[in-house]
C-alpha cells in the first residue's frame, strides 16, 4: 500500500508526508542545476575575502604565523599532502574485509 | 555517619545499571536511563567543592568523592553525556546494553570523583568489564570477539595500573595522584596504564576495534568516556610532562591518514577520536594554565561533538543497517534533520568559529605560541586541516551528499533527533560562550578567541583545505570508498603467525603463572583458563586464552609487588 493511500474504512484519515519532501525543503536546492558551483564560488569567495584582509592588516611582528597567507597554505598544503600520503597507505595496507575473519574462523 | 553528599554520584549510574540489567520491564529500563544520568548531574551541581566519603580500607585513608574544579567539569561533562546517550537509546532500552552503558558511565564517574588511586583503579575496572558488555550488544559472532579482545586490552592496561598504584604505595607512601612522576616506576607505569586507555600511538587500535562493532546505541556510550578518563588522570597526574608532547603530536598526524581512507563511518570516527586525544595530550604536555586549560576544554567540548557524530552516523546506520561510505550518499532526501545535526558535529570538530571546537583548539594553538614551541603550532594547524578532510567534509558529504546510493530510509527515530538536537545546542552554546567554559576551568585562562586575527586565519584555513579538497575529488585524486579494512598495529595480535607465537607465549606463561604463588593461583582461578571469565562467552571470544593468561600473571604480579612492599 503506497503511504498516501486511503486508510481503511472507520480510521481517521490521516495526512502521512512524503519521506522525500522534508529533505527537499531544506536541501532541494542542491538538486537545481549549479548549485554546486555556486556552492564552490562562495567557498572561494570566502578564501578570496580572507587573503584580502589578511593582506590589508598591518603586519605584526612575531612568527610565521604572521606571515600572509600563513594559513591559506597550511590548510590546502595539509589537507592534500594527507590525502596523497593517506592514498599510498591505502596502497600498502588495503586487505579484503574479511581479512582476518579467515583466521579467526579457524580453530 | 555517611549523609547523601558523601555518595560519588558514579553510584548512582552504577546503581541505575544494576537496576536495568535486573528488570525485564522497557519501561523501567527507559526511566532508569534517564532518570539515574538526571540525578547523578543533580549531585554533582549541588554538591560542595572538597572531600567527602572518606573511609579506610587496606590500611590506607581512601576518599570516595572529591569535588573539585577539575573533577567538576569531567564529571559534569560525563552526567551530561550519559544523559543524552540515555535519551538516544530510548526507543531500545536493550537490557545489556541499558546496564552496561550506565554502569560504564557510571564507572567513569566514579573514577574522575575518586580523591585516591585505589578508588581510580576500582572504577576503572568497573568501566572495563561494562564496556565489554556494551561492545557485545548486537550479540554477533563479530562483536563477541571484539569483545574479548577489547576485554584484554582494558584488562591489561588495569593490571598496569594496580601494580603502578603498588608500586607508588610502597615508595611513597601514598595514594595521592599528586604524588606521581612519568620518571618514577610507580608513575612510569601508571602513564603506560593511562596510554593505552587514551589510545596512544601503538596502543590505538582497541578503539578502531571496538567502537564500531557496537550497535549504534553502543558506540554513543563507548566514545566520551574511557578515552577522555585518561585524559583526565593526565592532567590530574602528568601536567606539564614533556614527553606528553611528541606523543600527543604523533597521535594528531597519524589518525588523519588512515580516516581518509577508511570506508567504515565508525572506524573513521574511531581514528578521528585518537587525532583529537592527540590535541589534548599535546595540551597537557604543554602544561601551564594554557595548555592543561586548552586540553580540559577541548576533552569537554569533544564529549559532545563527537557524540553527536556517532549519533549522527549510528542513526544512520539504524536506519539504513550500513555504515559504510561506499554504501551510502543522498541520504539527505530522507532524513535532514540527521544531516543537519551531523554537519553541526562537523563544524564543531573542524573548529569553525561559533562553534566548541574552536574556542577549545584557539586555546591550546596559543598555549603553544606562548612557549615558543613552533613544531609543535604548526603540526596542531596542519592537523587542524585534516580533521576538516576527514570529519568535517568527507563524513558528511559521502553519508548525506555525494553520490545518490538510491536508500530511502526513514528519518530517525524521534529520540534519537532529540539526542541530538541537544548535544547540536550545546556545541553552539558553548561556541557563542567561550568565556561560560573558561570559567569552569581548573586554573583560570585570559583568552579572547574571537579577535579578528583568530576567526581570519581559522576561516583562512578552513576554507582553502575545503577548496583543496573540492580540488582533489574533481581531479580524481580523493580516495574513492572501497569495500576494504586497513591493517593496523593489531595485525600483530590478530595475523596467523601472531597467534601462533601467542600459542607458545602462553605456555612459556602458563608455567611462570604457576610458580607465582598462592595469590598467583587464586587470581588465576578466577582470571584464568578454567575461570569464570575464561568460560564466559565474552572471553571466549577472545583472541584465545592466551590472554587470561597474561592477565592473570600481571594481575598477580602487581599484587605481589605490592604486598612486598606494603611490609
Known sequence: ?107 | MIGLEDLNPGFVLILGGLICALSPWILLRQLVLVAAPAAAAVLIVGASYGEHGMTEALRFNLILFRLDELSYLFGLAFALAALLGGVYSLHKADRLESASALIHAGGAMAAVFAGDLVSFFLGVEVMALSGAGIVLGPRTKDSARAAGRYLTVQLLAGGLLAAGVALTAGAERSLDFNTLRWDSWGGGVILLALGIKCAFPGVHFWVKDAYPRASAVGAVFLAPFTTKLAIYGLVRAYAGADILIPIGAAMVIFPILYASIENDLRRTLSYSLVNQLGFMVIGIGIGGPAGVGGAVALAFCHVFYKGLLFMGVGAVLERTGTAKSSELGGLWRTMPATAIFTMIGAAAISAVPLFSGFIAKSLLLDAATGQALWWVWIVMVIGAAGVLEHAGVKIPFLTFFGKDSGKRPKEAPLNMLLAMAASAAICIFIGLNPQWLYSLLPAPVQHEPYTTSHVLAQLQMLSFAALAFVALRRSGLHPTPRDVILLDVDWFARSRPAKMAGAWAVRALSAFEAALGSVGRSLSSFVGAEGPIARSRVWRGAAGNSSAGWIAAILAAAVLVGLSTFH
Open chain 1, 1 to 107: 500500500m503506497s503511504k498516501n493511500a486511503k486508510p481503511p474504512k472507520g480510521q481517521p484519515k490521516l495526512h502521512v508526508e512524503d519521506d522525500e519532501d522534508a529533505g527537499r525543503k531544506l536541501f532541494g536546492w542542491l538538486e537545481r542545476p549549479g548549485a554546486v558551483f555556486y556552492v564552490i564560488v562562495a567557498l572561494g569567495a570566502v578564501a578570496i575575502i580572507s587573503l584580502a584582509i589578511d593582506a590589508m592588516r598591518s603586519p605584526t611582528p612575531g612568527g610565521i604565523d604572521s606571515l600572509w597567507g600563513f594559513y591559506a597554505l597550511a590548510g590546502a598544503f595539509g589537507l592534500t599532502a594527507f590525502v596523497l600520503l593517506a592514498r599510498l597507505l591505502e596502497f600498502l595496507l588495503a586487505r579484503a574485509p574479511d581479512y582476518y575473519e579467515a583466521d579467526d574462523d579457524r580453530p
